[in-house]
């Protein structure tokens, strides 16, 4: 009786429409890094006591501080913040995403899913970092050391996401975790439609200017839909959206384009002008 | 043990000075190959020099530059048993040892490169095939060729220990030895298609796959290594039996089959440096450019266009050396070519890791510097340690050059 009644379930169950992204003011960041200590936190990030080596620290989310020109005076010189985590890239066409580290990895322990979100095994991994070099955003964390919550930190680790092993890649997965967790909820509830629950992640929650938002691309109603298509949003040194349309589909004819899903919104010309290379 | 250690001294006091230094060095090295060897899988990757910006370093030069130097082996193999090209039989046994060891060391170098050493058997059991049989990740492809090929490599260098004095006296074995190496065309063959795929794949498709990437991107990637490693490699295995012959003061191989690998290195070589300059133009003009960035721009940095541009003069300098007759038979002439063209295509390894890694993915980020450890050199030079003192041994006491083994029977 139970088995079919779960068959039923499974047959009924909606098609997923959600396509997750992010939008991130930057005229909002002020630089606190609360979003950064939340992530750490949610997902359990190791912390040694001497963090001091940052190429080698695990972290999925960095605040990355950039400046208009490093020998300029003041009042001259600019200083922006921005939160860096995986940018969920979905290749050139988003009903087939293909993002740079999914296809590359040998033992599969990387996937995207149908709601967009690249996940990462991480008991799968065998980190060979291939995943780590074909990512444009310096998204991936390999662990280099055994990970470890020095002190008292052991006693705050969460219990819905698994602790990394040494010598495996980790990643940001838009806390995933916190989905399923309200998505298990809700069944609880007797909603069993996937589409119906939403949810925000950890670095989003924790942002005191609202500056991080998240949601359904897919929903044209959802803000951050409607931010991703504001005129002050561009996507991270992704220049090829700055040109014409058809100059746009002859060089996605000639490759792929990371196409990522986490939108910046500013209104400073020069964090724009930054992320072109030439 | 006092036997042991006796047999061992009056082993070592045998030699000329030269070679005793040479021993006391190898073995120094592959003893701190195994101190920091035990470090590393025991302590984690932390010790090395690569990170988060960084996450490939000198290993995987190793690696790559080994499979490429190692595809000597399928061409010498390939050239002997499937074109029968016969002048080319006393290197053969040299050859496939080189090649053995490459391949061996190229998964050593593995072991220590990946986090989870534990874990490498997922890439059998949990392979990233995509649809039909072709492997979504080019690493899967390297991994299942690797072995395969490896295994090959070690059917085809069974008859050489057998043909050991000692063993070859035992009828049945003198046999098993006899006929696997008339059937040694099969291997051959096999060897060649697998070689083809992962010379293509670890070389050059893994890297020209990542689009993201433009200082890599490059679709036709694959095919432009193979040259590489047939012409490199070849140039190494002559290189290999040449100092193998200054060393022994003998004539381990007859001058006319270094000259005929020679002039197959060469040809491979002019077609190496021309699918090189084909891949360097169409990244130049196409690829980078797609990518909204400059091809002098991105080669800049420590490592960079300097590297590419030694490739192509140490390259050029091998083909004149190796395909003209009269700089080919002058000898001084012929091992500047044959060590050009393996460096050249150690180089060009050099350049796709060292310099691909170093490159900044934003713009307001400078190139980045590596600096291999202790740990990472110690692990690194004590493998080729361990690869020249087993190349020495066999030397020594196995049938390696049949042509110097032929020679000595007569003047018995």
């Not at chain 2, 010498?76 to 006393?90: A, S």
């Amino acid at each position: 009786m139970e088995h079919n009644e779960s068959a039923n379930i499974t047959r009924k169950a909606p098609a997923m429409r959600r396509r997750w992204g992010m939008a991130i003011d930057l005229d909002k960041c002020t630089g606190c890094g609360n979003c950064a200590i939340a992530c750490a936190q949610e997902n359990n990030m190791p912390i040694f006591k001497d963090d001091s080596d940052l190429p080698k620290r695990v972290t999925f989310l960095d605040l990355m501080k950039v400046t208009n020109d490093r020998d300029a005076q003041y009042p001259n010189v600019h200083v922006a913040y921005i939160p860096k985590m995986c940018q969920q890239c979905e290749g050139n066409d988003p009903s087939d995403p293909k993002p740079p580290c999914v296809s590359v990895c040998p033992v599969v322990a990387t996937d995207v899913g149908d709601d967009g979100v690249v996940s990462q095994v991480w008991s799968r991994c065998i980190g060979c970092r291939y995943c780590q070099s074909s990512c444009p955003y310096e998204a991936r964390a390999f662990n280099w050391w055994k990970p470890r919550n020095e002190g008292r930190f052991q006693e705050s680790l969460n219990p819905d996401v698994s602790i990394a092993s040494r010598g495996t890649v980790v990643k940001c997965t838009f806390c995933s975790h916190i989905w399923k967790r309200e998505r298990d909820k809700a069944v609880a509830n007797g909603e069993l439609d996937i589409n119906a629950v939403l949810y925000t992640p950890a670095c989003v929650a924790s942002c005191p200017t609202g500056a991080m938002v998240f949601g359904d691309l897919n929903d044209p109603n959802s803000e951050v839909s409607r931010l991703s298509r504001d005129r002050r949003a561009f996507r991270l040194v992704h220049t090829i959206d700055e040109k014409p349309a058809d100059e746009q589909k002859r060089l996605r004819g000639i490759k792929n384009y990371p196409n990522p899903k986490v939108y910046y919104l500013t209104s400073q010309q020069w964090i724009r002008d930054m992320q072109r290379f030439r | 043990m006092k036997k042991i250690i006796d047999y061992l001294k009056n082993e070592f006091n045998s030699y000329s000075r030269n070679i005793r230094i040479a021993l006391v060095v190898l073995c120094a090295l592959v003893g701190l190959f195994i101190i920091f060897g035990i470090q590393i899988l025991f302590w984690g990757l932390g010790y090395t020099d690569m990170s988060n910006l960084y996450p490939f370093g000198q290993w995987i030069i190793g690696d790559l530059g080994l499979v490429a130097l190692g595809g000597g082996a399928f061409t010498t193999g390939f050239f002997l048993y499937i074109f029968r090209v016969e002048k080319l039989e006393p290197i053969i046994n040299s050859t496939v040892l080189i090649g053995f060891m490459c391949y061996l060391f190229t998964l050593v170098f593995l072991v220590f490169d990946i986090g989870q050493p534990i874990r490498a058997w997922f890439g059998y059991t949990y392979p990233n095939w995509g649809p039909h049989l072709m492997p979504q990740s080019m690493l899967t492809e390297v991994v299942w060729c690797l072995t395969l090929y490896f295994c090959i490599l070690f059917i085809e260098l069974i008859p050489l220990p057998l043909k050991h004095k000692v063993l070859d006296k035992i009828p049945a074995l003198h046999y098993i030895g006899h006929y696997m190496h008339k059937l040694m065309w099969i291997m051959a063959a096999a060897g060649t298609f697998l070689s083809f795929f992962h010379q293509g794949s670890l070389g050059g498709g893994m890297w020209g796959v990542l689009y993201a990437k433009p200082v890599w991107f490059d679709p036709m990637y694959f095919f432009w290594v193979i040259p590489a490693a047939m012409g490199g490699g070849t140039s190494f295995m002559l290189l290999c039996a040449y100092i193998a012959g200054k060393v022994m003061k003998k004539e381990v191989v007859p001058i006319e089959t270094f000259h005929t690998l020679a002039r197959i290195s060469g040809v491979m070589l002019i077609i190496f440096l021309v699918t090189n300059a084909i891949h360097v133009y169409t990244q130049a003009t196409i690829y980078v450019p797609a990518a909204d960035r400059r091809y002098v721009d991105i080669f800049g940095g420590y490592y960079g266009l300097w590297m590419v541009v030694i490739e192509f003069l140490f390259t050029i300098a091998a083909i004149v050396f190796l395909n003209l007759k009269k700089f080919r038979e002058q000898e001084r002439f012929f091992l500047a070519g044959i060590s050009l063209g393996a460096l050249g295509v150690a180089m060009s390894k050099c350049t796709v890791v060292l310099h691909g890694s170093s490159v900044p993915n934003f713009p307001w980020r400078p190139f980045i510097g590596y600096n291999p450890t202790i740990q990472e050199w110690s692990v690194f030079l004590g493998g080729l340690a361990t690869m020249v003192l087993i190349y020495m041994w066999a030397a020594k006491y196995l049938p390696l050059f049949p042509h110097l083994h032929k020679h000595e029977n007569e003047e018995h």
